[in-house]
């Protein structure tokens, strides 16, 4: 599950302030959708081989992958996927010669389209399975590294208690990651300071990525933000906050 790059919200960089629904639901923020966007894609894939397309553009991946790299971190670290969609992320990260990924979505058609991509692109060694992020099994856990591009996004739009399934996204990216890891989140939707708004309760900001900027009436801003967090070592009181 992920967002296009087309921003739902105002442009991410040009407004500071963090409001409780800071946007409107969308279908964009539903399950139903994402299943029939990726059976679609399922479709088109077995069809003609397209893979589909690669939200925030190759560049995002290239980004986080820039970033791994520039801190030395292990081949061998887990990594989890949350919201893998096509899996096209994970599969590049093999190709950099990552080693222990996991791509998750609650999406079926998804992951099916995931596995038949792993299948062609020769990556036996990446695990793709039906998983929602807000209701997480026990075994989706010691994480080193959490990705997202766009899902956090997309649960900011969902119709139905957006605000309460944000706060659920924090708790379970808690449980998935362990003390000290990295998070790293791509949003079109989010700007910085929200962003450190929605993940101050057990992460700390390490630094902000670039990301292409313009200038929106006279403001120079930005159509996408990707920061990197690390996950503090929690006390049981700080888990309480979140609910």
């Known amino acids: 599950m992920a967002v296009a790059g087309e921003r739902a ?3 991410a960089g040009l407004d500071p302030g963090c409001r409780e629904e800071p946007f409107s639901p969308s279908v964009l923020g539903t399950r139903e959708h994402w299943d029939a966007a990726y059976e ?4 088109t894939f077995e069809d003609i081989g397209d893979a589909g397309e690669i939200w925030f553009g190759e560049e995002s991946m290239v980004r986080i992958i820039r970033w791994l790299e520039k801190q030395q971190i292990p ?3 887990s990594v989890l996927d949350i919201g893998t969609g096509n899996g096209v992320l994970l599969i590049e990260l093999a190709k950099s010669g990552y080693t222990d990924l996991t791509g998750i979505d609650y999406s079926p058609s998804a992951i099916q389209l995931s596995e038949k991509i792993r299948e062609k692109e020769g990556m036996s060694n990446i695990k793709f399975k039906v998983e929602d992020f807000l209701a997480p099994s026990a075994e989706l856990s010691g994480f080193e590294i959490c990705i997202d591009k766009g899902t956090f996004d997309a649960i900011s739009l969902n119709p139905d208690n957006a605000v309460g399934k944000r706060k659920q996204y924090v708790r379970s990216l808690c449980s998935a990651l362990k003390p000290e890891g990295f998070f790293l989140i791509t ?15 057990g992460f700390e900001i390490l630094e902000e990525l670039p990301t292409p900027k313009f200038c929106f009436g006279g403001r120079i ?8 967090f690390q996950r503090k070592k929690l006390r049981p009181s700080i888990l309480d906050k979140l609910d």
């Not at 679609?40 to 479709?43: I, M, S, T």
């Not at 949003?187 to 309760?201: D, G, H, I, P, V």
């Open 187 to 201: 949003s079109c939707n989010w700007t910085k300071e929200e962003l450190l708004n929605e993940f101050r309760e």
């Open 221 to 228: 801003g930005n159509s996408v933000t990707a920061l990197v």
């Open 75 to 77: 081949l061998d670290s």
């Open 9 to 11: 919200g105002r442009p």
């Open 40 to 43: 679609r894609e399922l479709q």
